[in-house]
Structures are given as structure tokens and as C-alpha cells.
């Protein structure tokens, strides 16, 4: 069909108004992730000019022990993160979900830590977590514990510290989404179960944790990326130690492009980690049809 000449005006006027998206996208977004494939072939140092090397790159990443080790320190703060802050958050919107005094201040103060600047709370945490007059091993001295653990100068322990950190300075968010989804469940329901004379227990499983199914898939979506990226919290506590105890995915991509200035292996790096996340969302997506209820 021809198009009449205001039309073509019409059309015209929208492409111009659409380019500035247009190139922004194809500048910022298309070209970075084209040029960061086909550095995974080369080796680029920021200075000299890149150069071809097959796959050499997939090479050292592949046979790199920080590389594995990163992916198994992120496997368990998935593990273990994931479910604390997702349970924690949750317990903190159903107990906050009634009239009480002064529920603002308490909402404040659990969205507060993602709002603060996360470098200042990993110091926080960080002098919290000193083995010797740290509060917390103060505190345990006080109730009784002889040996308090050195927490981040442990390979076991600074997995810990860093899970507790990374719940403390999530579980705000979810917290206020969790809250939102519960108060949009219908009251008819749980005063049917009252007159039922069902338990907080079974009104929980029954027609809390079904009827808010959707946000809970989309915070558990979030919370892999989020564990995926983490580095902040990491790198300003035990800046991936002790013995890469507490090295991440997203540590290893940064040094090796920031420290060693090898884009090549980080770019292999990003890659491998963009597939991960994209295999666990499509894999959480197939599973949604069982126990997300629409």
C-alpha cells in the first residue's frame, strides 16, 4: 500500500524522535557485546592493538584454578544465600503484615541498607567481623564461647561472614516487594480459613505462599543475578581471600581485566557467566508451571 504524504511525514518524524534510542542502543548495548565475542579470540591489553589468538583465551580460563574456585564460591553463596534472604525477607513482610506501631520506622530501617552506600557497610561489617575486639566475637566472648572463629581470615568461616552480609544488605528490597504482594491478597480468604479454624501455619501454605507465587519467582530471579554479580561486599572485605575462599565470578572477571589486563580471558569469562545466568533462568522459567500459580 503506498503511503500518502503525510504519512511518510508522520513516519519520518518518528524515526527521528526514535534514532537517539536507536543509536544509544546500538552504541552502548549491540556494539560492547559484538566486540566483547570476538575479543574472547583475541588478547588486548588496552594499549596495543588486539590480536588474533584462536582459542588460546578458553584455554586459560578453562585450566585456571581462581576460575573454578569462583564458580564453586558462587554456587554455595547460592546455595545459602538465596533461600536465608528469601525466608528472611518473607518472615520480616507476613510478621510486618498487621497494625503496629510505629511500622513505618521498622520499614525504613530494613530498606535502609540498600539505599547506603555498600562499600560503607562492607567496612562496617568488616571491623564487625575483626577476630580480635570485633563486636561480634565481643559479644560471643561475653555469652561464653572460649574460641570465637577469625571469620574473614577463615577459608571456612569468611563464607559465612560474607552469606550473613550479603542477606543483611538484600533482604530490605524483597522485604518491600514481599510487603506490597501480601497486601494485595484478598481478606475473604484468610477469614474463611478462620471460621475453618485453620492454623497460621496452613493459611502460610495454603494462601500466602500461592497467592504471592509470581513475586516470589521474580525475587528468586533477582536474587541469582544479584549473588552472580555480587563483588562490592567481597572485594572490600576479604578482597577474594583467604586462598580465593571467598572469590567470585564477578572478582575474577575484574581482575583479570583490571589487574592483569588480559580483556581476552575476561571477556571468556563474562560469556561463561551470561550463559550460566541465562541457563538457570530458563531452567527456573520450565519449573515455574509447577508451583507458580498465575
Not at 578453562?62 to 554456587?75: Q, V
Not at 475473604?188 to 479454624?197: C, I, K, P, R
Request: with cysteine; charged share 15%.
Amino acid at each position: 500500500m503506498k503511503l500518502t504524504r503525510r504519512q511518510k511525514r508522520e513516519n519520518l518524524a518518528a524515526y527521528i524522535l526514535l534514532s537517539p534510542q536507536l543509536v544509544g542502543f546500538l552504541v552502548f548495548v549491540i556494539f560492547p557485546i559484538g566486540y566483547s565475542l570476538f575479543l574472547c579470540f583475541a588478547q588486548w591489553n588496552f594499549i596495543s592493538s588486539p590480536e588474533f589468538i584462536g582459542l588460546e583465551n578458553f584455554r586459560v580460563v578453562f585450566t585456571d584454578y581462581r576460575f573454578w574456585k569462583s564458580i564453586t564460591n558462587t554456587g554455595i553463596y547460592i546455595v545459602f544465600a538465596v533461600p536465608l534472604t528469601l525466608i528472611t525477607s518473607l518472615t520480616l513482610a507476613i510478621l510486618s503484615n498487621r497494625k503496629i506501631y510505629g511500622l513505618k520506622v521498622y520499614r525504613a530501617a530494613f530498606f535502609l541498607p540498600m539505599v547506603t552506600s555498600s562499600v560503607a557497610i562492607s567496612m562496617v561489617w568488616f571491623f564487625i567481623f575483626e577476630p580480635n575486639g570485633g563486636v561480634l566475637n565481643s559479644m560471643l566472648l561475653l555469652m561464653g564461647v572460649k574460641e570465637p572463629p577469625a571469620w574473614l581470615q577463615s577459608t571456612t568461616w569468611a563464607k559465612v561472614a560474607i552469606v550473613i552480609v550479603t542477606c543483611w544488605l538484600k533482604m530490605g528490597y524483597y522485604y518491600i516487594i514481599f510487603d506490597a504482594a501480601l497486601k494485595n491478597i484478598p481478606k475473604d480468604l484468610y477469614e474463611a480459613a478462620d471460621v475453618e479454624g485453620a492454623s497460621f501455619w496452613q493459611k502460610t501454605k495454603s494462601i500466602t505462599i500461592p497467592s504471592i507465587s509470581p513475586v516470589m519467582f521474580f525475587i528468586i530471579i533477582m536474587l541469582f543475578i544479584d549473588i552472580f554479580n555480587m563483588f562490592n561486599e567481597v572485594y572490600v572485605m576479604t578482597g577474594g581471600g583467604p586462598d580465593y575462599s571467598t572469590y567470585t565470578m564477578s572478582m575474577y572477571i575484574y581482575n583479570q581485566a583490571f589487574s592483569e589486563f588480559n580483556m581476552g580471558t575476561a571477556a571468556v569469562a563474562s560469556w561463561v557467566l551470561f550463559f550460566i545466568i541465562g541457563i538457570i533462568t530458563i531452567t527456573q522459567t520450565i519449573l515455574k508451571r509447577k508451583w507458580v500459580h498465575e
